[in-house]
């Protein structure tokens, strides 16, 4: 008996592997989020009480109030003045300690405006190098 | 004059290259991807300055509604009663990992005495760096 000669195909199947893709891409984009992960650093000063010993009077007092209103030192202040406001005190004492200290009903948004003003200070020339953000009972423990 | 026979257009749509399209499309998603960790919907501050926040940091997010969610970075966040949970969460942080970075993401129109609490405890837990999580801010939303 005359068996029939069978041809095997020598191309590897390769029409699958698009629908294989696909479905992982598919995977891939549902699974996956553009997540924010950037921001502002803030180192936190260890908590030393031999070296809370700054006085109100040498330092910028930055004061954020409800409804994006600030102060400098008391004194109303818009927040693109901030940087000019600060570059003669900085420039006699670079180390001059700038403290932010926003109230309580103000929003987190404002404070963090007024932060990211001083951080990108040193772009323009007005590098503040010594940023404070007491908290309140900071405030409570060491200026009162 | 005779003319040319007509040439039969090929019907098969060529496939071949579709493969590796697709192959570039999951180079880019394995990439860049990365899984929330916390699913808060939350309108972040915008700022001109932003650093990269280094990967499976803690991440203490707030709501506009003031629900305070904590998560060490490497599962999904739960959420907490109080200021209290946060200290004793940061301080768990803190002495697994004394160099654990903090992503704070808190919604932009959060009363400050919230953030401001958030703040102690991780001051109060001996924290070292605190990322205050921000979207860019763009030329228009300057002014």
Known sequence: MKLPKRTVSDEVPTSSMADITFLLIIFFMVTNTFAATRGLDFAVPKEDKSTQTIEKQESVLLAVHPGGRFEADGRA?????????????????????VIIRPDPDASYGDMVRVFDVLRQGKDKGVEVRNISIPTQREIEQFWY | MRLKARQKPNAVVPTASMADIV??????????????????????????????????????SVTEAGQIRVSSGEETSTTVSGYEDVLAFAAEQVAR????????????RVPYQTIDRILDSLKQARASTIY????????????
């Not at chain 1, 202040?77 to 001059?96: A, G, H, N, S, W």
């Not at chain 2, 990992?97 to 932009?108: N, P, R, T, V, Y």
């Not at chain 2, 205050?132 to 002014?143: I, K, M, N, W, Y």
């Open chain 2, 23 to 60: 192959f570039l499309l999951i180079i880019f998603f394995v990439l860049t991807f990365n899984v929330d960790v916390d699913k808060a919907q939350v309108m972040l501050p915008k700022t001109g300055l932003r650093f990269e926040v280094p990967k499976k940091s803690a991440v203490i």
């Open chain 1, 77 to 97: 202040i818009e927040l693109d003045k901030i940087l000019d406001y600060l570059r003669p005190k900085l420039e006699r004492d670079p180390l001059k300690p």
């Open chain 2, 97 to 108: 990992d004394a160099e654990k970075a903090f992503i704070l993401k808190a919604d932009a």
């Open chain 2, 132 to 143: 205050l999580l921000s979207d860019q801010e763009t030329v228009e939303g300057a002014g």
